[in-house]
C-alpha cells in the first residue's frame, strides 16, 4: 500500500508533462493541416523536361568535363 504513496504521484507528474506536450503541439501549429500531407502521397511527380539550350548543366555535367 505504501507503493501508492510513489506511483500516485509520479502518474500525476507524467500526466501533466503528457497534456503540457499536447498543448505545446496544439499551439505550435501541429494539427493545422491534417490533410496535406496523405494526400502528397498519392500525386504524381511532375514528367521530367528536357533541358534547353539556355539552361546551363547541370553539376554532373560541369565535373566530367573538368576532368578531361
Known amino acids: 500500500m505504501a507503493i501508492l504513496l ?34 502528397d502521397i498519392l500525386r504524381d511527380d511532375p514528367p521530367p523536361q528536357a533541358p534547353t539550350a539556355e539552361d546551363p548543366p547541370a553539376e554532373d555535367e560541369t565535373r566530367a568535363h573538368d576532368a578531361d
Open 6 to 39: 510513489f506511483l500516485i504521484p509520479i502518474s500525476l507528474l507524467l500526466l501533466g508533462v503528457a497534456v503540457w506536450a499536447f498543448v505545446w503541439s496544439v499551439r505550435g501549429g501541429q494539427f493545422d493541416d491534417l490533410d496535406t500531407a496523405p494526400l
